[in-house]
């Protein structure tokens, strides 16, 4: 593990109680879930762009699972 998650563990360890460290990662969840919206929002922008530019290929179900 990394010095940077070694020491957020620590730290965690240190808090007073039990209920901090729910709090804690209450918080720490949704910043995550917040993240990842933003990471999906950003990837969604630019296949929008990809799109428009024409970079994108159109698929039918033949072209992705062949002739079976």
Same mark, same amino acid.
């Given at each position: 593990?990394?010095?940077? =998650?070694?020491?957020?563990?620590? &730290? ?6 039990? +209920?901090?460290? +729910?709090?804690? =990662?209450?918080?720490?969840?949704? #910043? =995550?879930? &917040? ?6 929002? #950003? +990837?969604? *922008?630019?296949?929008?762009? *990809?799109?428009?530019? !024409? ?10 699972? !062949?002739?079976?």
């Amino acid at each position: 593990m990394s010095k940077t =998650l070694d020491f957020f563990i620590d &730290e965690f360890d240190k808090l007073n109680n039990v +209920e901090e460290q +729910e709090t804690l =990662l209450d918080i720490l969840k949704r #910043k =995550l879930v &917040e993240n990842r919206r933003r990471q999906m929002k #950003k +990837e969604a *922008d630019q296949s929008t762009k *990809d799109y428009h530019a !024409g970079k994108c290929k159109s698929w039918n179900a033949k072209d992705i699972f !062949g002739d079976k």
